[in-house]
Structure formats: structure tokens, C-alpha cells
């Protein structure tokens, strides 16, 4: 599968984005989601994930409340709607997919843990007055 990350920008503090991961290639139904994040001198990190069947999501502590990851298996595509955005939210913003297979894992794992094996090209998210 090949993804595509879109719809960063620059936004002020408080603001909203709405990030598309777009698929093809195959379809998305049969994969984990995972929106991972890379801030300036910190390590890549998911920071919202999704089953299969979206019956399990994980956010990270920071996102929590205010970020929601979906997915639209019939366009083929995962989004995560950003609410309240910060200054700290600012960075490069990556989904990343992986059909987990023949075993299932948690959110939780997918994003903490697991090593997804398709990545989408990033999107700069920057907020700032």
C-alpha cells in the first residue's frame, strides 16, 4: 500500500487542521493506522492509532481530548482531526499502516511498540502566533 499524508499548515495556537492519510495500491480496511509524530529533538511517536476495525484506538497522553484519529475505509483513507492545537503540537506528522498479521495487537502496542511496515511521506504542522 502507499499512503500520502496531507492537510499540514501553519496555524496559530487554538486552531484546528485535519490530516488525510490516503491509501492505494490497496485497500485500507485490512490495516492498522497509526499517526506518528517527529517534534525537533525527540524520537518519532505515535501518537494516535487504530484497529482494523476501529473497535480499539490509542492516543497518546498529550493529544488526548483534543485529537481524533478516524478512518473512511470506503475512500481509502485514515484522518486525524486536530483541535486546539499548540505550539508543542508543532511538527512533522506521518501515518503509517500494517495489515499486523497473523496475530492482532492493541492500539496501544501499534503505537508504542510495533514497527509498521508502510509509511506515507510527512506533514509539517506548525503552530505559532
Known amino acids: 500500500v502507499q499512503l500520502q499524508a496531507s492537510g499540514g499548515g501553519l496555524v496559530q495556537p487554538g486552531d484546528s487542521l485535519r490530516l488525510s492519510c490516503g491509501a492505494s495500491g490497496s485497500s485500507l480496511d485490512d490495516y492498522y493506522i497509526g499517526w506518528f509524530r517527529q517534534t525537533p529533538g525527540k524520537e518519532r511517536e505515535g501518537i494516535a492509532c487504530?484497529?482494523?476495525?476501529?473497535?480499539?484506538?490509542y492516543y497518546e497522553d498529550s493529544v488526548k481530548g483534543r485529537f481524533t484519529i478516524s478512518r473512511d475505509d470506503a475512500k481509502n483513507t485514515a484522518f486525524l482531526q486536530m483541535n486546539s492545537l499548540k505550539p508543542e503540537d508543532t511538527g512533522v506528522y506521518f501515518c503509517?499502516?500494517?495489515?499486523?498479521?497473523?496475530?492482532?495487537?492493541?492500539?496501544?502496542?501499534?503505537?508504542?511498540?510495533?514497527?509498521?511496515?508502510?509509511w506515507g511521506r510527512g506533514t509539517q504542522v506548525t503552530v505559532s502566533s
Open positions: 487504530i484497529t482494523k476495525k476501529g473497535d480499539n484506538i
Open positions: 503509517a499502516a500494517d495489515r499486523v498479521w497473523p496475530v492482532s495487537v492493541s492500539a496501544y502496542y501499534y503505537c508504542s511498540t510495533y514497527s509498521p511496515e508502510f
